[in-house]
């Protein structure tokens, strides 16, 4: 699958008065004008509409209301609605084509933050944009995260940046995001491998932790009871547990063993301490049984998430099925092998209904997306239930001392007496206080070496989780060098490539030997050199911009969406004859493309000869005759 987005039509409104709306289409789209006819105004809207992060707006711009897009994807077609506004303004997603969202409601619409929320319970506008379009999603990077519009930076080269800077100029930037946005547009698991350098450093961080622990729990162990395991623990916990319930039945019976009478008072605060151990015993039971049920909720939720994994694999298998079987064409009906007659472009042969297969994609999208929060909240489900079993046993082990307190307070309160009956229950209650001390002794040695075992098959299991990602890392780390030398060499070649195609402006360029970028320094090289004329600077800022676009067009491991938007095609005071053999370059440069793309530059020194192609979207606009309607 190649990743790729493209915009269909964009529309912008100011309350229900259309200011703009025109269609564009993959290729090359040419919007032309007069300086100052508000060319760069609809770039800004289609950089803030894909959810780009920007509130610069020019006046004609501000009065506007809201901005619409279609957009085609990988995925599905997909329609996104945002008003003017603020940096951090939401975006309204329909999944269908912007004609169809025009009669919606809201209840149809998904209101998508800009931004991860904190709560991971939604989903972004780039999650949403990456997986539609078939872009991996991008992790945390310190704490920013690579989003749509961190990567629309290197995708929209607009007027205000300085030509001599790769990415779209921003005030508060780093060279960590600049590296990873760079890394994922060429297609290099960058992120992945310092990702995995993050986790390993915490799993190393964990072990030792776990390794001292453990080492502190085996110093509380006894060395020379014979209770070092828990079966010898659970024999004699057996065999105290006997002797308990055999000094409960004489003390229970201890009229048939003594004569005499026993005061009202002393029956009154026995049957009260006994109340009190069997109330100690039924919500002890009752948090045992609450544990057994919450163990098995979680095998259960724990199924459910395996259930939806393996449905959402099964949605992409069929989205794929959907897809091949669509190009299947039936001679015979399938039914009685009666031979079909001819149906009309876009109908089915056998039933003669309309096919729309952009519906269809959008529904298999909407159905994946629904399926991942699902997974999302059931992990989170999951996770609220561990704690809540780690609570329990803690509360558990509370109680357990508690019970057993009560009951060597319930032995000792009638420890000194003046009768035999007395003496009888007296001498009883001191084996039963002996028998339950000894119990909770043993119960914290099991609960020892339990957790001595536990520690120890965690630092196993930490062992070899560390092991097998020092693994991936040393097969990411080389095939990130790889993938690096491959997209960078092909980038180099096109880029020497376009750089001679230009007008003899600069020796530089008829014959260069090295073309190269780099995302961390925020920089073009030709031949190891960054300075060049300023409009000199702005052919090698485009060439920069096209040959990353060009080179996915014919490598499909690029994640480069394949949609780039060129604002500043001949700025700087460039020639117009300049101009136009670039606008030319550009147009055959697309025409050889491999894969679908979308190349979308404003101008206003229109080369005629691209006129009558069908390359412009909207007419000519003049100051008489802006983008923006009168409104």
Do not use: C
């Given at each position: 699958m190649v990743s790729f987005l493209s915009l269909r039509r964009l529309r912008v409104t100011k309350g229900n008065t259309v200011a703009y709306d025109e269609k564009f289409h993959r290729g090359v789209n040419i919007i032309r004008g007069e300086n100052s006819s508000g060319k760069s105004t609809i770039s800004d809207f289609i950089f803030y509409g894909l959810g780009g992060e920007f509130d610069r707006w020019k006046d004609a711009a501000a009065r506007c209301s809201a901005v619409r897009l279609e957009i085609e994807t990988t995925s599905s077609v997909l329609t996104l609605h945002r008003a003017v506004g603020g940096k951090q303004e939401p975006i309204l997603l329909y999944y269908g084509t912007m004609e169809e969202s025009l009669s919606?409601?809201?209840?149809?619409?998904?209101?998508?933050?800009?931004?991860?929320?904190?709560?991971?319970?939604?989903?972004?506008?780039?999650?949403?944009?990456?997986?539609?379009?078939?872009?991996?999603?991008?992790?945390?990077?310190?704490?920013?995260?690579?989003?749509?519009?961190?990567?629309?930076?290197?995708?929209?080269?607009?007027?205000?940046?300085?030509?001599?800077?790769?990415?779209?100029?921003?005030?508060?930037?780093?060279?960590?995001?600049?590296?990873?946005?760079?890394?994922?547009?060429?297609?290099?698991?960058?992120?992945?491998?310092?990702?995995?350098?993050?986790?390993?450093?915490?799993?190393?961080?964990?072990?030792?932790?776990?390794?001292?622990?453990?080492?502190?729990?085996?110093?509380?162990?006894?060395?020379?009871?014979?209770?070092?395991?828990?079966?010898?623990?659970?024999?004699?916990?057996?065999?105290?547990?006997?002797?308990?319930?055999?000094i409960i039945e004489e003390i229970g019976k201890v009229d048939s063993y003594v004569g005499g009478e026993q005061s009202d008072k002393f029956l009154s605060d026995r049957r009260a301490m006994q109340t009190n151990l069997r109330k100690l015993a039924a919500s002890l039971q009752d948090k045992e049984h609450r544990l057994a049920d919450i163990t098995e909720e979680r095998k259960e939720i724990e199924q459910f998430v395996e259930f939806l994994e393996a449905q959402l694999a099964s949605i992409g298998s069929a989205d794929d099925i959907s897809e091949r079987l669509g190009s299947i064409e039936f001679q015979y009906c399938p039914a009685c092998l009666k031979e079909l007659s001819t149906s009309e472009a876009g109908h089915c042969i056998v039933c003669h209904e309309v096919i729309d297969e952009e519906k269809a994609r959008s529904k298999y999208f909407e159905i994946k997306i629904d399926t991942e929060l699902q997974i999302r909240e059931s992990s989170q489900l999951l996770k609220m239930k561990a704690a809540e079993s780690e609570g329990l046993q803690d509360d558990l082990r509370a109680l357990?001392?508690?019970?057993?307190?009560?009951?060597?307070?319930?032995?000792?309160?009638?420890?000194?007496?003046?009768?035999?009956?007395?003496?009888?229950?007296?001498?009883?209650?001191?084996?039963?206080?002996?028998?339950?001390?000894?119990?909770?002794?043993?119960?914290?040695?099991?609960?020892?070496?339990?957790?001595?075992?536990?520690?120890?098959?965690?630092?196993?299991?930490?062992?070899?989780?560390?092991?097998?990602?020092?693994?991936?890392?040393?097969?990411?780390?080389?095939?990130?060098?790889?993938?690096?030398?491959?997209?960078?060499?092909?980038?180099?070649?096109?880029?020497?490539?376009?750089?001679?195609?230009?007008?003899?402006?600069?020796d530089t360029f008829e014959n260069p030997e090295t073309f190269s970028l780099n995302f961390g320094d925020d920089a073009m090289l030709v031949d190891g050199k960054m300075n060049f004329s300023e409009s000199s600077n702005v052919i090698v800022k485009n060439t920069a911009i096209l040959s990353m676009i060009l080179s996915a067009c014919y490598d499909k491991e690029f994640w480069h969406p394949r949609f780039v938007l060129m604002d500043n095609i001949e700025d700087k005071g460039m020639e117009q004859i300049r101009s136009h053999n670039y606008q030319r370059l550009i147009v055959d440069e697309s025409a050889k493309a491999k894969y679908p793309h979308q190349i979308i530059f404003t101008t206003s020194m229109m080369n005629p000869e691209l006129e009558a192609k069908g390359l412009t979207v909207g007419p000519k606009y003049t100051r008489q005759n802006k983008t923006l309607a009168d409104i």
């Open positions: 919606k409601g809201i209840d149809e619409w998904q209101r998508i933050p800009i931004r991860r929320p904190p709560s991971g319970k939604e989903l972004s506008i780039t999650q949403v944009v990456f997986s539609a379009a078939g872009i991996p999603e991008a992790p945390n990077f310190g704490n920013s995260n690579i989003t749509m519009h961190q990567v629309l930076r290197l995708l929209y080269s607009d007027q205000q940046t300085p030509a001599g800077k790769l990415f779209r100029f921003e005030n508060f930037d780093t060279r960590d995001i600049r590296e990873a946005v760079g890394q994922l547009v060429i297609g290099v698991n960058g992120y992945e491998l310092y990702e995995g350098q993050i986790l390993l450093r915490d799993l190393e961080s964990e072990y030792t932790g776990k390794d001292r622990l453990y080492k502190a729990a085996l110093l509380a162990l006894p060395q020379s009871e014979g209770l070092g395991s828990i079966g010898a623990l659970n024999i004699r916990v057996s065999e105290l547990e006997a002797k308990r319930n055999l357990r001392r508690t019970y057993s307190e009560a009951v060597v307070e319930f032995s000792g309160r009638y420890d000194v007496t003046n009768s035999p009956r007395e003496s009888f229950l007296a001498e009883r209650n001191k084996l039963l206080g002996r028998i339950e001390r000894e119990l909770t002794y043993v119960e914290e040695l099991r609960a020892t070496i339990a957790r001595v075992d536990q520690l120890s098959q965690e630092r196993a299991n930490l062992n070899d989780e560390i092991e097998r990602l020092q693994a991936r890392l040393r097969r990411l780390e080389a095939s990130s060098t790889a993938r690096t030398r491959t997209a960078m060499d092909s980038i180099s070649v096109v880029g020497k490539r376009l750089l001679k195609e230009d007008l003899p402006r600069e």
